[in-house]
């Protein structure tokens, strides 16, 4: 039986191939360590590298042995330990705060779970899915507004509440991102039902009746989902619907999504009957 044997520089030339491609890797992970490390510290690469080594590129323990070592790096420190210690209070693992983290910081905020001020806080610590804030944009988020402690914490809450009723710009930033946050793996548009919860949620306080309307409408159309086109642009459409109450002015020319001209059409009928 004939059997093969690489020779050996193809042994070796195998060989390095394999170490490079996995001190590539390593190389990769190790840079956006860095980058993480610098984005939370606003320090050198050569002090992220010199802290990162020194923890075997554990981030969590070098921002922390940075924290408590590096006075002179132009941080205030006590500020930055305590946005850490905030964070690891409520976390799952080493980057990321989980649904039970999350639940217990909003209560510990002092707001509801259901209460819109969290899909805005949501939106501020740019959460990548219900119930999770990461380590990187926590403390870089909060650290950008010169919010470190609790109490700052609540009174921002407090100030984006307040925009959400006053600041249609700000609602309208929230509200489209509230969108693609709601998505569940594998979705590209929302089930009928969650899209109705949150135009209750974030829309009802100013729009009111017309919300209702609007759901009472889509129910009837069966149609179980909610497009991103449609969510987006009835936004835009309550404007309008808010300037003129009967809808008199609707363009139907206009570059609307056919289930909102089929919502005008039934509206105007509705009203003259």
Do not use: C
């Not at 320090?43 to 969590?60: K, V």
């Not at 305590?82 to 705060?97: A, P």
């Not at 809450?157 to 307040?162: C, E, L, N, V």
């Not at 020319?253 to 059409?265: Q, R, Y």
Request: proline letters at 2%.
């Amino acid at each position: 039986m004939l059997s093969w044997h690489p020779l050996p520089s193809v042994r070796i030339t195998l060989d390095w191939r394999l170490k490079h491609s996995k001190m590539s890797r390593n190389t990769k992970v190790q840079n956006q360590l860095r980058d993480q490390f610098i984005d939370f510290t606003q320090t050198t690469s050569n002090i992220a590298t010199q802290f990162l080594r020194a923890s075997n590129w554990d981030l969590e323990l070098a921002i922390n042995d940075f924290l408590s070592h590096s006075s002179g790096y132009g941080r205030n420190n006590s500020e930055s330990s305590s946005l850490v210690s905030i964070f690891d209070k409520y976390k799952e693992d080493t980057n990321r705060i989980g649904i039970d983290g999350t639940l217990q910081y909003i209560e510990d905020l002092g707001y509801d779970p259901e209460h819109k001020a969290t899909l805005a806080l949501a939106y501020f610590l740019e959460s990548p899915t219900l119930g999770v804030f990461e380590r990187k944009t926590f403390l870089r988020k909060w650290h950008s507004v010169q919010v470190h402690d609790l109490k700052g914490m609540k009174a921002y809450m407090k100030s984006i509440d307040a925009q959400l009723n006053g600041n249609l710009d700000y609602l309208k930033d929230v509200y489209r991102f509230a969108f693609t946050f709601l998505l569940e793996e594998g979705q590209r548009a929302l089930p009928l039902e969650t899209a109705a919860e949150y135009w209750r949620l974030l829309l009802s306080d100013i729009y009111g009746d017309k919300i209702e309307t609007w759901i009472s409408f889509y129910e009837k159309q069966s149609k179980a989902t909610v497009s991103k086109d449609v969510w987006n642009m009835f936004f835009v459409f309550l404007q309008d619907w808010d300037k003129d109450s009967k809808l008199e002015n609707y363009d139907e020319a206009a570059a609307w999504p056919s289930l909102i001209d089929e919502f005008v059409e039934d509206f105007r009928e509705s009203i003259n009957h």
